[in-house]
């Protein structure tokens, strides 16, 4: 079973999101206390975002992200899984600077793909 198919709640897990993700490749820095590890993002949201790394990260806790042409970010650890990690942002982005950061970077994105969240998934927990 995966865990986008958890029994009981009948949603999958992009229903479940509060907020869409974006299929954006790019390189990654994530910097947890005094460990550097290099990786790409795989995707992101306002909320967060799901990063892969060259080395596995052991660790949890306080992140900072540092992503091309962004500040960088402050962030919570939320999982790892060997080569995988999840971060959650200590401040969400804007819809509008991520529109803008995800347009410059995204060929796979259309405008459709980076409009606000339909209403219905108001009040969801990512």
């Known amino acids: 079973m995966y865990l986008s198919q958890l029994p009981g709640d009948g949603l999958c897990a992009a229903t ?3 907020f869409p993700r974006h299929e954006i490749q ?3 820095r ?3 206390g005094p460990r550097h590890y290099a990786g790409y993002l795989h995707n992101i949201s306002r909320g967060g975002a799901k990063l892969r790394t060259i080395t596995p990260i052991r660790k949890l ?3 900072l992200l540092r992503l091309p042409d962004l500040q960088p970010l402050k962030c919570h650890l939320a999982w ?3 080569y995988n990690a999840g971060v959650s942002f200590d ?3 804007t819809e509008a600077q991520l529109c803008e950061w ?5 060929v796979l994105s259309t405008a459709a793909d980076l409009m606000p969240c ?3 998934y108001a009040g969801i927990v990512s």
Request: proline share 4%; aromatic share 0%.
């Open 16 to 18: 479940r999101r509060r």
């Open 26 to 28: 790019c390189r990654a």
């Open 30 to 32: 994530i910097c947890i």
């Open 61 to 63: 806790g306080q992140v």
């Open 80 to 82: 790892a899984d060997s």
């Open 91 to 93: 401040v969400q982005l």
């Open 102 to 106: 995800a347009r410059d970077r995204s």
């Open 118 to 120: 339909e209403p219905e």
